[in-house]
C-alpha cells in the first residue's frame, strides 16, 4: 500500500511542477484579468460575437462593454476621422472666423482695400458655419461620452428631429440644408487634418 502511494506522489509530483511551470511562463509579464470601468470587479471580458465576428467584449458581472472590435470598414472611417472629444477644431475655426471679420470690418472703413472685403465676408460666414458645426459635433459626443451613450443614436435622432421640422416648417429647410452641409465639410477638413497628421 505504501509503495502504490509512493508511486503515485512520484508521479503526481511533475506533473504539478510542470503545470504550475507553464502557467508562470504563460502570465509571465501579462494581466490574465483586468478591472471594469463600470463596477469595478476584477474579472475576464466575455467576446461577444455575430455570425462568427467578434463585436465586443463585456463584463460578465455588470455587463458593461470593455472593448469594441471595429469592422473592415469601421477602422477604414476611424483612420479617417475619430470622434476626439478636444476643443482645438472649434478654437481654430473661431479664430479663422474673427480673422476674417477684422479683415471684413477693415475694409468696410477704408483701412484695408475694398477688393478683400468680398473675400472676407466669404471667409467669415464660412468659418463661422464650421465653428458652429464643430461645436454641435463636440456638444452630441461630450454628452454620449458623459453618458457612456452610443453618439450613433444621438445623430440618428438628430437626423429625425431635422427632417420632421424640415416637412412641419418649410422656412427651416434652409438653414438645415445649410447646417448639414458644414457638418459635412467639418468633417472633411478635421478628417484629412487627421490623415495628414496619422502619417
Request: hydrophobic share 45%; glycine share 6%; net charge positive.
Amino acid at each position: 500500500m505504501s509503495s502504490q502511494s509512493s508511486l503515485s506522489d512520484r508521479f503526481k509530483r511533475p506533473s504539478q511542477s510542470i503545470q504550475s511551470r507553464s502557467n508562470h511562463s504563460m502570465f509571465n509579464g501579462r494581466h490574465a484579468t483586468v478591472d471594469c470601468p463600470e463596477c469595478h470587479r476584477i474579472m475576464v471580458p466575455r467576446v461577444i460575437t455575430y455570425y462568427g465576428q467578434p463585436t465586443k467584449s463585456i463584463c460578465p458581472f455588470c455587463g458593461a462593454t470593455f472593448a469594441r472590435f471595429p469592422s473592415g470598414l469601421q477602422k477604414f472611417l476611424q483612420r479617417f476621422h475619430t470622434r476626439t472629444l478636444t476643443t482645438k477644431h472649434f478654437n481654430f475655426f473661431s479664430l479663422a472666423a474673427g480673422l476674417f471679420g477684422l479683415t471684413f470690418m477693415g475694409s468696410s472703413k477704408d483701412m484695408l482695400p475694398e477688393t478683400l472685403s468680398t473675400f472676407a465676408l466669404f471667409g467669415f460666414v464660412t468659418f463661422t458655419a464650421l465653428a458652429l458645426a464643430e461645436l454641435v459635433f463636440q456638444c452630441i459626443e461630450q454628452l454620449a461620452n458623459r453618458l457612456s451613450h452610443e453618439s450613433n443614436y444621438y445623430w440618428a435622432t438628430l437626423v429625425f428631429v431635422a427632417w420632421v421640422l424640415g416637412s412641419i416648417n418649410n422656412e427651416l429647410t434652409v438653414p438645415i440644408i445649410m447646417l448639414s452641409f458644414a457638418m459635412i465639410l467639418r468633417g472633411l477638413i478635421v478628417g484629412f487634418g487627421q490623415i495628414l497628421r496619422n502619417k
